[in-house]
Nanobody, 129 residues
Framework: QLQLVESGGGLVQPGGSLRLSCAASGFTLDYYVIGWIRQAPGKEREGVSCISSSGGSTNYADSVKGRFTISRDNAKNIVYLQMNSLKPGDTAVYYC??????????????????????WGQGTQVTVSS
């Protein structure tokens, strides 16, 4: 059974850092575009970042550009989201999501949450002093 499991969330002070992990089981990530999507209370889901199946292309929402870094280790079947200079506005549940796309990659397409087939259960990130 295809499954994504996020970890690494928690409570951090403004200006701090966290690294989220998304581990896959039941399938290999090699042929999948992976996205990180977040949802704050009372707000719509927001595509934060995405990475192509090879890892050669990455993209970010303007709100996190320069602060967040997405990466993947296909050998370990894990995708990471390094989050630095965190702000209270980054507080949300963070989800990783996947869509099989070994050859195609379009940032405008994969930064849209509705274009993913598989989702993890989410991990809470709270930025507060």
């Amino acid at each position: 059974q295809l499954q994504l499991v996020e970890s690494g969330g928690g409570l951090v002070q403004p200006g701090g850092s966290l690294r989220l992990s998304c581990a896959a089981s039941g399938f290999t990530l090699d042929y999948y575009v992976i996205g990180w999507i977040r949802q704050a209370p009372g707000k719509e889901r927001e595509g934060v970042s995405c990475i192509s199946s090879s890892g050669g292309s990455t993209n970010y929402a303007d709100s996190v550009k320069g602060r967040f870094t997405i990466s993947r280790d296909n050998a370990k079947n894990i995708v990471y989201l390094q989050m630095n200079s965190l702000k209270p506005g980054d507080t949300a549940v963070y989800y990783c999501a996947a869509r099989r796309a070994p050859y195609d990659y379009s940032p405008s397409y994969y930064l849209r949450p509705e274009n993913y087939n598989y989702w993890g259960q989410g991990t809470q990130v709270t930025v507060s002093s």
